[in-house]
């Protein structure tokens, strides 16, 4: 399991710099739809019980014709420590229908949702959906060439197998269509 989670991590990390390495930089960052994305959440279990906003600020949504990305970001300035829900649909979705992340499979389109309670400690859990096995739904009321619009809820489990359940998940983004590979 620990191992699966990791080799998952490394595949998210290798498809992005893959992406960052082939497209034109002004191609991708054009398609970047900073500040126009909003995710927000109920979080509880593993000591945890947040109600996640993002910041429309510092949160983004990017859409290629592979894959969707929309990042959630909620900094709490006093404390200066950062919360972060990521949501990643690769593939082909029809809107109007609910996925679950346990029935999917990598050789398939399939989501990746990440919650990350303080990401300026490098120490801290990231929780995860695994494919094939977190029973984690996501949907999408909305998915257009510049904008997408869904839900989320269910289970996300750390490398330890701690888990948080996610409930009211929405989110909702504008971006423009990079149609590069």
């Known amino acids: 399991m620990k191992t699966m989670k990791k080799t998952l991590k490394f595949f998210m990390l290798v498809t992005l710099v893959t992406t960052m390495t082939s497209c034109d930089l002004d191609e991708l960052l054009g398609s970047l739809g900073i500040g126009n994305a909003t995710v927000s959440a109920t979080i509880k279990g593993d000591g945890l019980n947040v109600s996640f906003s993002s910041d429309?600020?510092?949160?983004?949504a990017s859409h290629t014709e592979d894959y969707l990305y929309v990042n959630g970001v909620k900094t709490d300035l006093k404390t200066q420590k950062s919360k972060a829900?990521?949501?990643t649909v690769y593939g082909e979705y029809e809107t109007g229908?609910?996925?679950n992340v346990k029935n999917q499979s990598s050789q398939q389109a399939y989501g990746q949702f990440?919650?990350?309670?303080?990401?300026s400690d490098a120490e801290n859990t990231t929780y995860t959906t695994v494919v094939g096995e977190t029973d984690f739904t996501f949907s999408l009321k909305k998915y257009t060439d510049t904008e997408v619009e869904g839900t989320f809820s269910?289970?996300?489990?750390a490398d330890d197998n701690r888990s948080i359940t996610v409930t009211n998940g929405k989110f909702k983004a504008s971006y423009e269509t990079n149609n590069t590979n």
């Open 56 to 60: 429309k600020l510092v949160s983004l």
């Open 85 to 87: 829900l990521n949501i």
């Open 97 to 99: 229908k609910t996925y």
């Open 114 to 119: 990440i919650y990350i309670d303080d990401s």
């Open 154 to 157: 269910g289970t996300m489990i």
